[in-house]
């Protein structure tokens, strides 16, 4: 299983734009990248999930160089209840989703 | 369509007990993980079934056993509780018949916190 890595933590004001980087260097061919959110005493949620180039969605953007060994997921003009930590997976089908240690994201007023 | 629920939300037992933990999938998953949260570890894959059969395992003891329905419904047994098993347990269900073909999203229920004393 490919292993991730990300920051600890980040800290950020309401209104900026967030970067969230994660190295990947042993992903597979087939494997996708993908994030996922949790608040606290939650179960974590799907952000948004790419294999290559750039993805957007409603909540995010994912950018994903050419050679897929990392990825970041930006998270445009963030307020208070963005706070939470972030887990960035790869994997692909049924592949088992192994969770790193996440980034704590904070964001102040 | 409801989502995945986890039965009951809250448990304190005492050493040396087992418990059962519920989960039911949303309706027409078939596939039901577990993990294991604490402030320390993090989220920890437990295992997963699908179509009533265990697809892979964490690396976790005997004493953490579950089993899958033939209505996708699924149970997480720990015998023997010791203290280091107070957390958050979480189950996710999946499906790929709404998945491209990256990783099949999950969809997490709340959680059981357990606590053991």
């Known amino acids: 299983l490919a292993k991730t890595t990300q920051p600890i933590s980040m800290d950020s004001y309401e209104g900026q734009e967030v970067n969230i980087t994660c190295s990947h260097n042993?992903?597979?061919?087939?494997?996708?990248i993908t994030w996922y959110q949790q608040f606290p005493s939650q179960g974590p949620r799907f952000i948004i999930q790419?294999?290559?180039t750039k993805v957007t969605n409603e909540v995010a953007s994912l950018f994903i160089p050419a050679d897929r060994k990392s990825s970041t997921l930006s998270l445009p003009r963030v307020s208070l209840s963005d706070t939470a930590v972030y887990y960035c997976l790869v994997g692909s089908g049924y592949s088992t989703l192994t969770f790193g240690k996440g980034t704590m994201l904070l964001v102040s007023p | 369509k409801a989502g995945v629920t986890q039965t009951p939300r809250y448990l304190i037992k005492t050493r040396g007990q087992q418990v059962t933990l519920s989960c039911s999938p949303i309706s027409g998953h078939r596939s039901v993980s577990w993990y294991q949260q604490t402030p320390g570890q993090g989220l920890q894959f437990l295992f997963e079934?699908?179509?009533?059969?265990?697809?892979n395992k964490g690396n976790f003891p005997g004493r953490f056993s579950g089993r899958q329905f033939s209505n996708s419904r699924s149970e997480m047994n720990v015998s023997t509780l010791e203290l280091g098993d107070s957390a958050l347990y979480l189950c996710?269900?999946?499906?790929?018949?709404?998945?491209?073909?990256?990783?099949?999203?999950?969809?997490f229920g709340p959680g059981t916190r357990l606590t053991v004393t």
């Open positions: 996710a269900s999946r499906t790929k018949e709404l998945a491209g073909e990256g990783p099949y999203e999950q969809y």
């Open positions: 079934y699908f179509s009533e059969t265990q697809r």
């Open positions: 042993n992903i597979a061919t087939n494997d996708y």
């Open positions: 790419g294999y290559k």
